[in-house]
């Protein structure tokens, strides 16, 4: 559980650092503009599906007594 916990924080950071102006989105705008609305659904999707699965993750060590970093 922690090892997918510290896994799922990484992603999450990723798809942070690649969301809003960032240099891939400004690519993506400059070469063909739909890419960049496309790549910021996309960091939007990975970030609330990871949030979900860390809560899940949080749910499951809770009842398990477990302490997650």
Do not use: H, Y
Request: with cysteine.
């Amino acid at each position: 559980m922690k090892d997918e916990f510290v896994k799922l924080q990484g992603i999450r950071q990723e798809a942070e650092s690649k969301k809003g102006v960032s240099k891939e989105n400004v690519a993506w705008a400059i070469l063909f503009w739909p890419g960049a609305v496309v790549n910021e659904m996309d960091n939007r999707d990975v970030i609330e599906k990871v949030d979900t699965r860390l809560q899940a993750l949080s749910a499951g060590a809770r009842a398990r007594g477990c302490a997650l970093p």
